[in-house]
């Protein structure tokens, strides 16, 4: 069966017993056959939420950091009383960054564990594979740690993005190129939904460049998801003696690239897009990585000019981690900042459908230096792509 069938089928049983009740005269049956059942995932001191993500095996870093920034902002709201007394509750499972595995996870925190949301995914083939859940199951899917076009494109009601799209941060990406006078590019990509939507990204910024540009896609070369063997991509991007490779990969397989490419004396310019896992790609390549460039959704997590920024690191700092930041761990702390936001303007009345409304109102919502807006007709709140750099000490820098 189903987990929507289950579900109504308890829905249906749940009503059946309380007009039995009523009928058989126990004091208080009649106010409990007449009351609204409370939303799922919500009672009242408590909002429980799921999320599928990497938090063993190659990328588990990425799994693991934006989770730990969700936790960070949820708990410091709980220990200020949650909102509107409701504590915030995150239950997290492990997908290996595996798509059949985010299905089954996405099954059990729907039907079994009945959330409130779903928060925080992190990929895009395994958002992919969750999102026709999501769409049965008329439950919010809230900031996927994916810029995929797929998951934006046509929008749906309860999918609301936090960061920019992989067709803002390659745009980027291929202007910056122009910029700086390289013209041959190759892009070597996952094999998976990610890797073709950061593909597809590449494409279409360099058909839009004006025609007398000069930039060329010249090689594109598919990799397994989470694989250090990238001879083969290595082969067909090197021959064609590209002045730029484009990795849209994770840190593991980008790494490995970028070492062997150096190994083997290539001299050209490398690109990563954000889901690399920036830290994670620095400690990879080390020193040797000096010169390769990272575009960003979040504002860099040391920089402590930005109200968010400090919020964070302070939070960090009380929690005794205050050498933990990262890119995918502020992700996930504005992301949570941004959703108690909209439980907040949702009300102490708390529904799906009110979060909905809720966040669709959020017009021009300042986290702390970090803009975000929904609308009825847009579900992607930030637009921000900046670049950052690896120095000569293998650390980040805008």
């Known amino acids: 069966m189903g987990f929507t069938s289950g579900v109504k089928r308890r829905q249906m049983v749940g009503l059946m017993m ?17 009351t ?6 919500v009672t009242a001191d408590s909002i429980l939420l799921g999320q599928s ?54 099954k059990k925190l729907i039907e079994e564990d009945r959330v409130f949301a779903l928060f925080g995914y992190v990929g895009t083939p395994t958002s992919q594979a969750a999102l026709p859940l999501v769409g049965q199951a008329r439950i919010p899917f809230f900031a996927p740690f994916s810029g995929a076009q797929t998951l934006r494109d046509p929008s749906n009601r309860y999918v609301f993005h936090v960061r920019a799209g992989y067709e803002e941060e390659t745009g980027a990406i291929v202007r910056q190129i122009r910029t700086t006078g390289l013209k041959r590019v190759a892009v070597v990509y996952n094999d998976d939904g990610y890797g073709k939507a950061g593909l597809a990204g590449i494409e279409h910024a360099i058909k839009a460049l004006p025609a007398d540009s000069g930039v060329k896609l010249v090689a594109q070369s598919s990799v397994v998801r989470n694989t250090v063997e990238i001879g083969d991509a290595m082969q067909e991007a090197m021959k064609a003696k590209p002045d730029a490779v484009v990795l849209i990969s994770a840190y593991r397989t980008a790494g490995a690239f970028v070492k062997e490419a150096l ?12 889901f690399v896992g920036t830290q994670a790609l620095a400690k990879e390549v080390g020193p040797q990585g000096s010169g390769v460039i990272i575009s960003q959704v979040m504002p860099h997590p040391g920089n402590a000019t930005l109200p968010v920024v400090r919020e964070y690191l302070r939070l960090l700092q009380a929690a005794g981690k205050q050498n933990d930041f990262d890119y995918a761990s502020i992700e996930g702390f504005i992301a949570a900042k941004a959703f108690v936001e909209g439980l907040r303007r949702a009300g102490k009345d708390l529904t799906r459908e009110r979060f909905v409304m809720a966040l669709e109102s959020m017009r021009n919502v300042d986290l702390g230096g970090f803009i ?22 293998g650390v980040v820098i805008r």
């Open 53 to 106: 993500a990497a938090l063993t095996g190659p990328t588990a870093v990425l799994g693991k950091q934006m989770n730990a920034g969700a936790r960070l902002y949820f708990d410091y709201i709980n220990s200020h009383g949650g909102v509107f007394g409701r504590k915030i509750e995150l239950k997290a499972l492990d997908d290996a960054y595996e798509p059949d595995e985010a299905v089954k996870n996405t």
């Open 36 to 41: 609204t059942p409370a939303e799922t995932g």
């Open 263 to 274: 190994r083997r004396s290539y001299s050209g310019q490398f690109y990563n897009v954000s």
């Open 372 to 393: 975000v807006q929904f609308g009825p007709d847009s579900h992607v709140g930030s637009k921000f792509v900046e670049m950052t750099i690896i120095n000569s000490r």
């Open 18 to 34: 309380a007009a039995a009740l009523a009928a058989s005269g126990v004091p208080g049956a009649a106010f409990a056959a007449n």
